[in-house]
């Protein structure tokens, strides 16, 4: 069932939530052993919860849900999956928590991810590396590769990821299942343990765009506690959709259809155009000049931000600590030596050079100014389309191993993702086919800053008259 289908037979009584619960628990002791998509569980606060009840008559009351473990979970560990984190217990709940809590919906546990959110295949994770469910061989994405995978493989009826550079749409594309990229400040980031703070932001993994819309529903709003939350009327996302696109442009880049990009990934993607053509859209082709800078200019601002907010990192405060040290100097060398991977270590570095005096001007400044070029770049487009289509991602899942052995290969599977972060839009990635490896490829929509309603509904439209989203797993 989707979440949206569980929630309307629970609200029916043909299903009870503590049923639904067992169930899921059920799937994970049987799936989970080799798909390592859990870093915890919370079984006894779940049925605390139920027990609890409230929320009566919300759409999805009873509905389980899965969080990344980079979103803090009151008395439930947070570890961002790294050693630095193994010990942190938080005394809150991050804001989208609290309001998932207050709609319904029990906590089932703590979702595998890269360290620190630092990774693009769920390898650099301290519980080790999460498994695409489709091929057990393959990476799932990441860094939202545990709920991706959890979703496909059905440890989990949903899931809250977040998305700092696609680290939601380009795992749901592996995984062949629904991610949604909310438009920047539409869900609050308090309580979401920051990588990037201009880039994160927290988002829905379902198995449809029904679910991600009735999710949506539930997680946004404005928060005091959050400085960047927009303080806007949201509209009812699931209430908004239609399924009626007639009369709608869909821009086709040619940037995001040239060299790199799969054959099969091409052929899919454009294939889904002609479908949403079909059901009344049209396809108006537009330009992406800035396409070719998107990938250093992410890196360096989302490296320069990490290195920031990871400083607070120093065995001092809470989280591991280094032993046998002699010194104030030592404690802090031991302890992030220790504590952080070496992905999250060389971004630091990164951050923390094109940060220091003589190449501040040189690196930041200079990718600052880019970014702005990328918002009026998609401005652009925009004044002659109403959404953007494109591949999530050049290629389908690839093996275990090969992208975390080649880094530059790593960060350019992000090249279709990173630009929607940079400019704040919203992107959603459907599932739109398979390759010739039976392997899900991902098509992204990309909307307007505060167009997430009709994001949706265009990808709405798309599940109505397809079924690629409803394909089991192998």
Request: aromatic share 8%.
């Amino acid at each position: 069932m989707t979440a949206v289908e569980l929630g309307r037979a629970i609200s029916r009584k043909e299903i009870k939530p503590e049923e639904a619960l067992g169930a899921v628990y059920g799937s994970i002791a049987e799936k989970d052993k080799s798909v390592n998509a859990y870093i915890s569980l919370s079984r006894e606060q779940a049925e605390a919860q139920l027990r609890a009840g409230g929320a009566e008559g919300g759409l999805l009351r009873g509905v389980p849900v899965s969080v990344k473990d980079n979103i803090c979970t009151k008395g439930v560990l947070t570890s961002c999956a790294s050693r630095i984190l193994s010990n942190y217990i938080p005394v809150y709940d991050a804001t989208a928590v609290a309001k998932v809590k207050s709609a319904g919906m029990p906590i089932v546990g703590k979702l595998n991810m890269d360290e620190f959110a630092m990774g693009s295949t769920s390898e650099t994770s301290y519980y080790g590396s999460v498994k695409n469910p489709n091929d057990l061989t393959r990476v799932p994405g990441g860094s939202s590769g545990g709920a991706a995978a959890a979703v496909a493989a059905g440890e989990a009826i949903c899931a809250l990821g977040s998305d700092t550079g696609g680290s939601i749409r380009q795992p749901a594309s592996y995984c062949g299942v629904t991610g949604f990229k909310p438009t920047y400040g539409y869900v609050s980031r308090y309580g979401l343990i920051a990588y990037a703070s201009s880039l994160d932001q927290i988002g829905p993994i379902a198995k449809d765009v029904a679910d991600c819309a009735a999710i949506m529903d539930v997680i946004s709003g404005h928060d005091a506690h959050d400085s960047t939350s927009l303080n806007i009327e949201h509209p009812s996302y699931y209430g908004s959709l239609t399924g009626e696109i007639r009369g709608k442009r869909i821009g086709i880049p040619e940037e995001c259809f040239g060299e790199g990009v799969d054959e099969d990934v091409k052929a899919a993607v454009l294939a889904c155009g002609k479908t949403l053509e079909g059901l009344g859209a049209e396809l108006v082709p537009v330009r992406l000049p800035f396409m070719k800078y998107v990938v250093p200019t992410y890196y360096i601002i989302a490296t320069a931000e990490a290195s920031s907010n990871l400083s607070r990192f120093d065995g001092v405060k809470y989280g591991f600590r280094a032993e046998n040290v002699d010194s104030i100097d030592d404690l802090y060398i031991e302890t992030r030596s220790q504590g952080f991977g070496k992905e999250v270590q060389r971004r630091i570095l990164l951050g923390t050079f094109v940060l220091s005096s003589g190449y501040y001007n040189a690196y930041y400044k200079k990718a600052l100014l880019l970014k702005r070029k990328i918002i009026e770049g998609f401005a652009g487009a925009f004044a002659a389309c109403d959404a953007i289509l494109c591949p999530t991602a050049p290629t389908t899942a690839p093996k275990l191993g090969e992208s975390l052995n080649d880094s530059m290969k790593m960060y350019l599977s992000d090249i279709f993702t990173v630009s929607v972060n940079l400019a704040g839009l919203p992107g959603l990635s459907v599932p739109c086919g398979k390759d010739g490896n039976g392997l899900p490829v991902g098509a992204q929509l990309i909307g307007a800053a505060g167009h997430d309603a009709d994001v949706l509904n265009i990808g709405h439209a798309f599940q109505l008259a397809t079924s690629f989203h409803k394909r089991k797993t192998r």
